[in-house]
């Protein structure tokens, strides 16, 4: 028996807006994969003196001219400006448009609105580089466990932060001079409040969210604690326990079917597969009811994996692919009526006074630190207090209701 290949096609026609990293390194993979069949028709970008690495004559300088052009087939938005991108993809949704984009911040601010419209016009929006670029998560969740119901969703979400910590854990070196290296590499942003603070990886996480348990949340009630506060004297802390501190996106659902979503530094062993993701890679363990535990690790960023991503979307695409967010329509409730058990590391006796602590199970004087239960509306309410006085916090992984003494929760990351 011959297998007879599909017959061919006309290219589907892009038009790609942003010429930056992402739509760059899309370019690039299309240019050495002419049989992928994809034309990239239009190019608009912002800065019509800025120079290019294709002649001035590809570019167009007012993306609203390709949401007009009805001749390409899809609009891949790769840009940085996420009230913009809001703007285009809103707009080539209400059009009925096929589109792609990566911008995670946009996403987790308009996602519930920008489902809306894709049922309203029969638009399709598809979104896999916005979260661990190359790894292939969000079409994990939605499609393939999209009838399984899912213990915890656990994650390495963002590639900076990875490294600065891998640096601080292998050199016993301090977070500046880290953060420094990571930003000479390019592994950083020149202003790193997005990925040290956590913004970054909480706004995948609420992505994460909507996919796996059918949860549409405001990023704003995800608890996001970062990096900036930490010290070589918390590495070594971990150290001295045989664990790592990684910044961990946790998904997880409670015994009572709620689902709590924290992203935070965290404690974690060698019995973790996240343990050994270490740099700028991204990692992912899904926990199934029935499948058990898969990990999936990756390059989280980068022209080439996150071009990847948008590529895996196009072909998607082209095939009729939608996501279906297969648990919506039963979403849980979300929980934030918790108790987390954390290592908070300040020298501000008031710092300690504001979390007021349900329990203390250890303190010591000399290295400023103490660990204990303390309710998790407390610390969403002072994030910004925490980090404006450079106060350090990692979770331990424990949870339980507000007020008990009753474990519902021992998360190993
Ligand atoms: N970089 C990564 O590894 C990565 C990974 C995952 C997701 N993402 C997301 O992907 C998106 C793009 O990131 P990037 O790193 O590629 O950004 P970038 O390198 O800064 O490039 C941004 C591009 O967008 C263009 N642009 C900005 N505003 C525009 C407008 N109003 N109209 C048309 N073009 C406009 C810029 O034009 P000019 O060239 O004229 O300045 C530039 O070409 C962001 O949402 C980011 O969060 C990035």
């Known amino acids: 028996m011959s297998i007879n290949p599909a017959p061919a096609s006309a290219p589907l026609r892009i038009g790609l807006i942003g010429f930056g990293c992402v739509g760059q390194g899309l370019y690039d993979i299309l240019q050495q994969q002419p049989e992928a069949g994809f034309e990239i028709a239009r190019i608009a970008v912002k ?16 993306a609203d001219d390709l949401l007009q052009d009805a001749s390409l087939d899809v609009l891949v938005e790769v840009i940085d400006d996420a009230d913009e991108a809001f703007r285009l993809v809103r707009e080539a949704l209400c059009q009925g448009r096929r589109v792609v984009t990566a911008n995670k911040a946009m996403l987790a601010r308009h996602l519930p609105e920008l489902v809306q419209l894709q049922q309203q016009t029969g638009g399709t929006l598809l979104y896999e580089a916005a979260v661990c670029g190359s790894i292939p998560v969000i079409r994990t969740l939605d499609a393939y466990f999209g009838a399984e119901p899912l213990r915890s969703v656990t994650g390495i979400l963002n590639g900076s932060s990875n490294y600065v910590l891998t640096r601080m854990g292998e050199a016993g070196a301090d ?7 990571a930003q000479q590499k390019g592994f950083a942003e020149t202003d790193p409040t997005l990925d040290m603070g956590a913004f970054d990886p909480r706004s995948k996480a609420v992505l994460l969210a909507a996919h796996a348990y059918g949860a549409f949340l405001n990023p704003d009630e995800v608890l ?5 506060g930490i010290s070589a ?3 070594a802390f971990a150290a001295s326990q045989g664990q790592k501190i990684k910044v961990i996106a946790g998904l997880q659902r409670l015994p009572d079917g709620r689902v709590t979503v924290l992203v935070t530094p965290q404690l974690v062993g060698p019995e973790s597969p996240l343990y050994s993701v270490d740099d700028e890679f991204n990692g ?8 058990g535990e898969q990990f999936l690790r990756g390059r989280g960023a980068g022209g080439h994996p996150t071009g990847s991503a ?3 979307d196009l072909a998607a695409l082209r095939q009729g692919f939608a996501y279906q967010y297969p648990k919506a329509a039963e979403a849980p409730e979300y929980a934030s009526d918790l108790e987390v058990e954390i290592y908070l590391r300040t020298d501000e006796d008031r710092i300690i006074d504001l979390l007021d ?13 103490v660990v204990g239960y303390v309710a998790l509306a ?4 002072h994030r910004d207090t925490l980090r404006k006085y450079g106060a350090f916090i990692v979770r331990t992984g424990r949870l339980r209701p507000v007020s008990t003494n009753e474990l519902v929760a021992e998360v190993s990351a």
């Open 47 to 62: 800065n019509p003196t800025k120079a290019r690495t294709l002649p001035l004559n590809r570019f167009d300088f007012r």
């Open 175 to 181: 977070y500046a001079p880290a953060l420094a290296e």
């Open 224 to 228: 996001n604690l970062g990096i900036e």
């Open 233 to 235: 004297v918390d590495i």
């Open 284 to 291: 992912v363990v899904i926990e199934a009811d029935f499948a």
């Open 310 to 312: 948008v590529l895996a």
């Open 357 to 369: 602590f349900s329990e203390i199970s250890e303190e010591a004087d000399e290295d400023e630190y």
């Open 378 to 381: 407390h610390l969403i309410r």
